[in-house]
């Protein structure tokens, strides 16, 4: 019989985990047996220490706060799960539900609990991390990271971080039937040009023969030619399934004193075989590591060979965000490899030019890429700082760094880095300027503000000395802080241009997507998300004179060390702004673009969750930023 | 007609009269099933039901499991009501007749006290199809949540809120507006509105009185 309110209960519910996991048949089952509370704001649904509920609870509409005490440890809105633990524990509650604003909530009976965990390991998974987690609250030190991506479980260390990338196996093994001859084999293995050959039956892997088995066996007489390779294969074999990591792969060999590996499906003898991964083919990723490649990099003699060497750098990224690594560990090392290429690069522009620069210069990244928060490759901002020259000298000074600018922005093109469409490079004659040039560019943009100065300052305040001389840099860096100082009201024009993009979450807890043009209906996360934070990062740290630290997180951390009675708001931004990070970068790998645009409808609910967890730091560093900066008058 | 001869009802009714005995039932046991009706018009004497739609409540919260939805298969047929309530002549929704329809209506609402908004007219329409079943009407305790509406209210008016303008100003998202089951779902919610702010204006626990 037709179930029109159960129907609309599963399409609530089908969009939250762990309920996305589950049949539709499952569902149906779950909404027929809901019940639907409405509760009235500041009501209880269960207080501490009252006995268990026979249900857990789903939050429909509203918004529920679980308080233990008077503190809130957690809120939870729309598709959020709670009361569970009590639940599973079968214990009383430890904490106060309650409402937070006027909510509908659907409970379900533990029987359905039971059913979800018996039945769907994926939901029970997600209930069992949820669980373990206690709560989501990014906000609460000791649950931070748990059901975020493991930002942290990852000690960075530059040795053994190839281990954990999955091992590049080779896709089509070479195999024979346990019947074919030795001499057949050992005619295919020359013709492929491999070192093994692997017996398969039924496509699964029985045994293996490698060039030493046909040293120990068949060259010593053992055994002859003739003869079938059943009668000298190695078996059984030592399988894996494919998401093996280098470490595993590398310890299996050890200890099975092998050197030869058989990938199948699942891992195990009694599956297809689908790859093998040999000791060369692991011998091969080590060298495809950071520290290899800047040797590479040093070594290159022209912007091809270092384009390819960029390329390299693309796959380690792939890997390192497929592997989880902590974004922050990924952000620096793909900066100190764009660095090392730059510095290159720089060198052989000079090499080109046939002279050397009349005075010391620095050159500067600036924007993301000053910030190391660059991991795709996008188009290039930079500029270029040259010391101080008389008058008469001051022609041919610029004209020589515009001159190595252009060659440098070229062969930054050549490697990869688009050529800035806003113009925002050394060879332009605006961002090519002596010290004192930039001092005085600078004060002018301070105290003399407007929407393009701002925008400016947001750009090129986040400078990166790249190559050159340190005290250029340090120079500019003062005289921005004493412009600063004597112009304070800057910092307000500064924090409401950091308010231009409010927290991308509706009054109905949608997400805003933009609403025209070539992105309509898709997520902004680069304006909307990763820009709001970067610009209040940025207005804090100039507000509170901090020099050198330039990247968001990097300036996050500082300003929680400053100010530690607002740590936690610091702390909750550097999650979100790491998740955010990530983001982008894996829309980026997958859709071969910036990764600025997402199309929220390709996310898995999962994911939308975790983006919209960024969202409340958002709003709340803009909440302070609005005090502090009392910004209600300007905007 | 033989005043005399006294009518009997089929095992059905009987069970339905019977629940309603030497009840009184606290409000927190006291069910109530919240219900609408879709019809083919607005006149009672013409007009028939197409389908009816019910939720419970028990205890201040919605049972969705202790619920009816039912189609009806009439001859009458209304195409200009077709594009309010979307319910076809022929249709992929399975039917069934109005005796059978009425028989588990009666069956599901024992000893219930039946809510609905405007209920006159919902009452009236299963009355009517009540009368053609040779039965007498329906015995249950009745609330209007348009009457609650106003009792939340210190005044007292004459205006007609109608389900979309209660939904609107309560804040309760539109799903499924004009089947029987959807517009009894968003009235067990104005319900339940309705019951905490009468709560409220009361300053103490209900009494089913209240209502």
């Keep these: 019989m037709k179930n029109t309110i159960a129907e609309r209960i599963l399409d609530f519910l089908k969009g939250f985990p762990p309920f996305d996991a589950l049949t539709h048949e499952q569902l149906f089952n779950i909404a027929t ?247 060369h083919d692991i011998i091969v990723m080590h060298g495809n590591n950071p520290s290899v490649l800047i040797k590479e990099i040093k070594r290159a003699t022209s912007a091809e060979s270092l384009k390819f060497i960029r390329e390299k750098a693309q796959e380690l990224l792939k890997n390192y965000i497929e592997q989880h690594i902590p974004i922050s560990f990924i952000a620096n090392i793909i900066s100190a490899i764009n660095d090392a290429i730059t510095k290159r690069i720089i060198l052989l522009s000079i090499t080109e030019i046939q002279e050397e620069p009349p005075v010391t210069f620095a050159w500067l990244a600036i924007g993301s890429q000053g910030r190391k928060e660059q991991l795709l490759l996008t188009d290039q901002d930079n500029a270029l700082v040259f010391e101080d020259v008389s008058e008469d000298k001051k022609e041919a000074t610029t004209s020589y760094f515009l001159k190595l600018a252009k060659g440098i922005n070229n062969k930054l093109n050549t490697v990869g880095f688009e050529l800035c469409p806003a113009n925002m490079m050394a060879s332009n004659p605006k961002w090519c300027l002596s010290v004192t040039e930039w001092k005085a560019q600078f004060k002018n943009w301070i105290t003399h503000p407007d929407q393009d100065k701002i925008m400016l300052c947001n750009i090129f305040f ?35 241009d950091a308010l231009k993009n409010p927290a991308p979450l509706s009054f109905f807890r949608n997400f805003l997507v933009e609403d025209s043009g070539e992105h309509k209906d898709q997520f902004d996360i680069k304006a909307r998300a990763i820009m709001p934070l970067v610009d209040a990062a940025r207005l804090l740290v100039l507000s509170h004179n901090t020099k050198d630290v330039n990247s968001t997180i990097e300036r996050f951390k500082k300003l929680a060390e400053i100010e530690p009675q607002t740590k936690d708001l610091y702390e909750s931004c550097i999650s979100a702004f790491r998740i955010l990070l990530r983001f982008r970068t894996q829309q980026g790998l997958k859709n071969n673009d910036s990764g600025r645009f997402i199309d929220l409808n390709s996310l898995s609910k999962a994911d939308r969750l975790k983006l919209k967890g960024c969202f409340k730091p958002i709003k709340d560093i803009q909440d302070l930023l609005k005090v502090r900066f009392k910004l209600s008058q300007l905007l | 007609m033989n005043w005399f001869k006294r009518k009997t009802y089929p095992d059905f009714y009987n069970a339905y009269a019977e629940s309603f005995k030497g009840k009184n039932n606290p409000l927190e046991t006291t069910r109530f099933v919240v219900f609408d009706t879709e019809t083919t018009g607005l006149n009672p004497n013409e007009d028939l039901i197409l389908s009816i ?21 009439q001859e009458h047929f209304n195409a200009d009501t077709v594009k309010i309530h979307g319910i076809l002549k022929a249709g992929s929704i399975r039917k069934i007749e109005e005796t059978e329809a009425i028989k588990l209506f009666l069956k599901h609402i024992e000893g219930a006290v039946l809510v609905a908004h405007h209920i006159a007219f919902d009452v009236t329409m299963i009355n009517q199809a009540l009368k053609r079943m040779d039965l007498p009407k329906l015995k249950n305790k009745l609330v209007d949540t348009g009457l609650l509406y106003k009792k939340t209210k210190y005044v007292k008016d004459h205006t007609h809120y109608s389900l979309d303008q209660l939904c609107n100003t309560f804040n309760i998202t539109m799903h499924d507006r004009h089947t029987a089951s959807g517009d009894a779902y968003l009235t067990a919610v104005l319900f339940l509105k309705f019951a905490a702010l009468l709560k409220k204006k009361k300053n103490r626990d209900l009494r089913l009185s209240d209502f």
Excluded: W
């Design chain 1, 33 to 279: 047996q809901v019940k639907v509370h409405y509760i009235e704001k500041d009501n209880y649904i269960f207080k501490q220490n009252e006995d268990l509920h026979d249900s857990f609870y789903v939050v429909k509409d509203g918004a529920i706060g679980i308080y233990r005490g008077n503190s809130l440890v957690d809120e939870c809105d729309e598709g959020d799960i709670f009361g569970l633990r009590a639940l599973i524990r079968k214990d009383q509650y430890l904490l106060d539900a309650k409402a937070i604003e006027e909510s509908i909530v659907y409970s379900m009976s533990s029987k359905v609990l039971e059913d979800i965990i018996i039945t769907n390991p994926k939901a029970n998974q997600f209930l069992i991390a949820s669980f373990a987690t206690n709560t989501r609250n990014p906000y609460s030190e000791e649950d931070k990271g748990t059901l975020f991506a493991n930002e942290s479980f990852l000690q960075p260390n530059t040795n053994s971080f190839t281990e954990v990338q999955s091992a590049n196996f080779s896709k089509n093994p070479i195999v024979c039937q346990a019947h074919t001859i030795i001499k057949e084999a050992c005619l295919v293995m020359s013709a492929r040009k491999v070192g093994s050959i692997i017996i398969t039956e039924n496509k699964q892997p029985i045994g293996i023969i490698t060039d030493k088995d046909l040293r120990n066996k068949i060259a010593t007489g053992l055994h002859t030619i003739s003869e079938e390779v059943e009668s000298i294969m190695s078996a059984p074999v030592i399988t894996f399934p494919p998401t093996i990591t280098v470490a595993e792969a590398q310890i299996a060999m050890l200890k099975n004193e092998i050197s030869h590996l058989c990938i199948t499906t699942d891992g195990t003898p009694n599956s297809e075989l689908i790859g093998i991964l040999s000791e």
């Design chain 1, 462 to 496: 986040d400078y990166d000395l790249v190559y050159g001389n340190h005290d250029l840099v340090n120079e500019m860096s003062t005289s921005i802080f004493e412009a600063i100082d004597s112009y304070e009201i800057f910092l307000n024009f500064m924090g409401r």
């Design chain 2, 53 to 73: 739609g019910t939720v419970t409540i028990q205890n201040f919260s919605i049972n969705v499991s202790d619920s009816l939805e039912c189609y009806v298969q």
